[in-house]
């Protein structure tokens, strides 16, 4: 079982930035990748970025160019850098981890989210 915590959303002006946090405990060796998605209200939940632990990467079209994902190599943390935020990246942003055995995914696991808003 693996558990993810996220930390470092709050209220920015547009344009600004914001840094997020995720820290990863418990069965980290079978994550295969690792992410974030938010959800806006009355919107669905929509992939960010995810990063695999080959370091390939896969960003939403709204997050090239203007978000960045890190990770580090122990696979226990990862970060989002958010810049240039407009009003419609308002959302709860969820950290996600996958477990994946023999070459499948087996496991999925949520945090319970970080507020992000932007506005004036």
């Not at 938010?38 to 939940?45: H, I, S, T, V």
């Not at 190599?73 to 009003?87: E, G, R, V």
């Not at 969820?94 to 004036?120: L, R």
Request: glycine share 10%; charged share 20%; hydrophobic share 30%.
């Amino acid at each position: 079982q693996v558990q993810v915590v996220e930390s470092g959303g709050g209220l920015v002006q547009p344009g600004g930035s914001l840094r997020l946090s995720c820290r990863i405990s418990g069965s980290i060796d079978s994550i295969y990748y690792l992410g974030w998605y938010r959800q806006a209200p009355g919107a669905q939940r929509e992939l960010v970025v995810t990063i695999s632990s080959r370091n390939a990467t896969n960003y939403a079209d709204f997050a090239k160019g203007r978000f960045t994902i890190s990770r580090d190599d122990a696979k226990t943390a990862i970060s989002l850098q958010m810049n240039s935020l407009k009003p419609e990246d308002t959302a709860l942003y969820y950290c996600h981890a996958e477990e994946w055995k023999n070459g499948h995914p087996f496991s999925v696991s949520w945090g319970q989210g970080t507020q992000v808003t932007v506005s004036s």
